[in-house]
Structures are given as C-alpha cells and as structure tokens.
C-alpha cells in the first residue's frame, strides 16, 4: 500500500459493534490514525440515501480511503489495513491459515456469538427471537471448543503470531458473556483473551 492512500482514512462504523470494534482495534494497534463517523445501523443510519450511495449493502464497518476508494467487510478491511506490518503474514502458509481463521470467524463464531450477544442485548425480554438462544449457545458453544482446542498447541491464530485473525476473533469472544456464554468453560481462551489485551497500544471496545 502507498503511504497516501492510507494516510487518515475514514471509518463509518458503531463502536460497539464487535466487527467494528475490528477495525479500530487493528488501527490503534498500527498507532495510525484514522477518522471516525458514528454510524448507528440500529437507528437507520445506514439505509440512508447517503450511506447507501457509499455502500449498498449498507453495512458497517465501511474504509473510506483519501482517494474515495471503498472497503467493505469487516475481516477485508483487517487485511487492507495490515498489510505490509507484522500482523498480516508474509509467508503463504502462515497467511494462508490466518484466513482460515478469518472464514472460521464470519461462518462459524460470529453467527453466533454476536448474535446471541445481539438477541440478549438490544431485543425486548420476550422477542421470538429469544427462541433462538439455545441454538445459539450449542453452535457458538462449538466453537469455542474448536479455538480451545488450537489453543492447547499454539498461542494464537494469525499463523503462529498475534495478527488479524486474533483481533477478528477477539472482537466478539471477549463480550461472549453478554450472549449467555461462561467463558470459564474455555481457559485456554480466556488466557489468550489477556494475552491480546496485552499487546502494546490494545484499546477497548466502546461501551
């Protein structure tokens, strides 16, 4: 990447949003700076002619860079950003498994950690989506015993290091509490969890 075209992009996102959270994560780790827009999807503001004009799947965590280049998705936006540093590999196995972990995050933890954290969180007590949470539980509970289990032979995800695919999967392991999850049921998870929270310049999601 040129130095220009990443020298202050603009990030549309919901800071406690945990696929937002990724993407200021990451920045803050690279100490680079960035401008940040609020973007509350709940409150519509992403279905909005201007947003759509930026992005029409209308989502956040939407990169725009100086040049008016757009990046959608989450985990795309995490390699875009990484490239060239130390938390996307240079090597093809390693990256190669980093986006193994990267695909594990979108089709086999996100949909339901976050969702569970979703459905608990911002739903009415009594929503027929609360019919949901068992399942929710089961197949994000699965999971977590998939990354338990890596974890007893390696201390992270990013092909050996800490990289892009510890921040993806941190972003919504660390809250997995909020969707009904005890995460003192995977030690080795809650070991790597301080572990990324203590990686130089780490910064909290947003309340």
């Known amino acids: 990447m040129s130095e220009s075209s990443i020298a202050i992009p603009t990030v549309y996102g ?42 029409p799947n209308g989502k956040v965590p939407l990169l725009v860079l100086d040049d008016e280049r757009r990046l959608a998705e989450s985990n795309a936006i995490l390699c875009y950003l990484a490239e060239g540093s130390s938390y996307l590999p240079a090597d093809d196995w390693d990256r190669a498994r980093t986006l193994q972990w990267l695909f594990f995050e979108q089709y086999s933890h996100e949909p339901y950690i976050a969702v569970a954290r979703f459905v608990r969180r911002w739903l009415p007590e009594g929503h027929e989506r609360q019919a949901e949470i068992p399942r929710l539980l ?62 130089p310049r780490f910064s909290p999601m947003a309340a």
């Open 138 to 199: 089961e197949r994000g509970g699965n999971a977590l015993d998939v990354m338990e289990d890596h974890l007893g032979s390696e201390c992270y995800f990013s092909g050996g290091a800490f990289g892009v695919a510890d921040i993806a999967l941190y972003a919504y392991t660390h809250c997995a509490a909020d969707g009904g999850f005890d995460l003192s049921r995977w030690p080795r998870v809650g070991a790597w969890l301080e572990r990324v929270r203590a990686q």
């Open 14 to 55: 919901l800071r406690s949003s945990g696929n937002c959270y990724k993407v200021q994560l990451l920045l803050d780790l690279l100490d680079r700076p960035y401008h940040w827009v609020d973007t509350d999807s709940s409150a519509g503001a992403t279905r909005t002619p201007e947003f759509l004009a930026l992005n």
